[in-house]
């Protein structure tokens, strides 16, 4: 059995399964970057005392799941979401789903996701791919990260939809509740709402753990990282940031450009001169970001190493929280 | 980033799939750009494989020492934590500890040792002699 569906690869698996399962009703409008737009997808967090793989645990986005919510209610579209508590109710709903014509959206764990390569598979639980049929034992996958459709079979599927540890997915499900087409009304609307939502988010949390607070948080963390935690430790830290910055899925400069890139998009339907000017703001955070990188990647390489190595490094993030703040601020105070 | 400047360093998973990137066109517009990888994540992934290469050696000769039991080996060999394993096994996390010690691993039932094998995708045998081949 086999669904009309068609594969699109993006750069970030939430966004680019989004952006796939509206694709139908919304002839293709609701591009990856509108997805991360609309759904706020833009975050940054230092989350103070736990660690992850023996390193800092941050992340340059919002929490899994939030994104393909936030997009289809800001675009008035009802979510259905389910959790399962057991393996074969997970697969029966799965395969009724695929019956009545459906694709659906799956969370899982990219550990045991057998086509990936062994070095990428950590105890990550927050990916996101679209099962749209079933050959034989086989369930058609598109995973948004990948080039082209792939499969696995369903102990492969049971085995990552059931993944254990942080964000266990619990096998869930997720697809949009009806199939009605979308207006161009909808998607302005939901533009005004997702920049709102995401500007709050970087520049309105309390607290010094998020949004840009926790950009400058970690510069400051980072000068004090080779005293703390010796040359080696400091590097593996440093090796730690730029994977999740860097890593499969964020479309380089930490998801940075695609929110440029949204904000372009944003402009088609909405002509602003700020949403273009914030838009070359972001471009250069990105831009940033990926040189910061490069002077970290100096650090774990053994290369450089000094402290004034890392005062440079630290120096960088305190620049780029400067950036998005300003961007931020501007994309808060326009009058729609 | 520019559209030209999107880098082509080619890693394990370029070998596998392209990447999707964002980068700004000769008129500054957002276009999609395929990448091969980027030499600056290709070492900062193999930093982290260093390290856990590190732990799973460390821990294979503790075992070998008879100072803890294979769980010690296949939890760095699976970057699993307690808490991870307990998930995976439906142990608590006090009974895997004790597991962790060879003389209570040793007089363990083969249906618990199933379990471990199961979460670590290993055959019970492969689970006691920490003999695994893998691709």
């Known amino acids: 059995m086999k669904i009309d569906f068609e594969h699109g690869q993006a750069a970030h698996c939430e966004s680019g399964v989004t952006s796939n399962l509206l694709k139908k009703i919304s002839n293709g409008k609701i591009t990856e970057p509108l997805a991360f737009g609309i759904g706020a997808g833009l975050f940054y967090v230092y989350v103070p005392l736990i660690k992850i793989n023996n390193g800092p645990a941050i992340a340059f986005r919002s929490m899994p799941g939030f994104i393909f919510n936030r997009t289809c209610k800001s675009l008035g579209i009802p979510v259905i979401q389910k959790k399962f508590s057991s393996k074969e109710k997970a697969e029966a709903a799965l395969m009724e789903s695929l019956e009545a014509g459906q694709p659906v959206g799956a969370q899982v764990g990219v550990y045991y996701l057998s086509y990936f390569p062994k070095e990428y598979r950590f105890h990550f639980n927050a990916h996101n791919l679209i099962v749209f049929g079933k050959e034989g034992d086989n369930y058609l996958i598109s995973d948004p990260i990948m080039e082209h459709a792939t499969t696995l079979t369903s102990y492969e599927l049971e085995r990552v939809r059931f993944a254990k540890g942080a964000l266990a997915p619990k096998g869930q499900l997720y697809y949009p509740g009806n199939q009605k087409e979308i207006t161009d009304d909808q998607i302005r609307s939901a533009i005004k709402s997702g920049i709102k939502k995401n500007a709050f988010n970087m520049i309105s949390i309390p607290g010094p753990f998020a949004g840009v607070n926790g950009i400058r948080y970690t510069g400051n963390k980072i000068k004090r990282w080779r005293d703390k935690l010796g040359l080696k430790t400091a590097g593996l830290y440093l090796a730690q940031l730029v994977r999740m910055q860097e890593e499969i899925g964020t479309g380089g400069g930490g998801f940075r450009y695609i929110y440029a890139a949204f904000l372009q998009q944003a402009n088609d339907y909405l002509p602003n001169p700020t949403l273009l000017q914030a838009s070359e703001m972001f471009t250069q955070a990105g831009d940033m970001w990926r040189t910061a990188a490069v002077q970290a990647a100096g650090i774990y390489k053994g290369r450089i190493g000094s402290q004034e190595d890392f005062d440079v490094m630290g120096n960088y993030l305190l620049e780029i929280a400067e950036i998005e703040k300003k961007a931020f601020t501007l994309l808060k105070n326009i009058k729609w | 980033m520019k559209k030209e400047n999107v880098p082509q360093d080619l890693s394990s998973l370029g070998k596998i799939t392209k990447e999707v990137c964002y980068a700004t066109d000769s ?65 608590w996390k006090w009974q895997i500890k004790r597991h962790l010690k060879p003389d209570v691993f040793n007089k363990l039932s083969e249906k618990d040792l199933k379990k471990y094998a199961e979460a670590f995708n290993v055959k019970v045998d492969e689970l006691k002699s920490m003999d695994v081949h893998e691709d």
Not at chain 2, 40 to 46: E, G, Q
Not at chain 2, 51 to 76: T, W, Y
């Open chain 2, 27 to 91: 008129d500054g517009k957002y276009v999609t750009q395929l990448s091969d990888g980027w030499d600056v994540k290709i070492t900062a992934l193999d930093v982290a494989w260093q390290e856990i290469d590190g732990r799973i050696a460390g821990a294979k000769q503790k075992v070998l020492n008879n100072e803890a039991s294979p769980l010690l080996f296949f939890m760095e060999l699976r970057l699993m934590d307690l808490s991870i394993l307990a998930d995976y096994t439906g142990f």
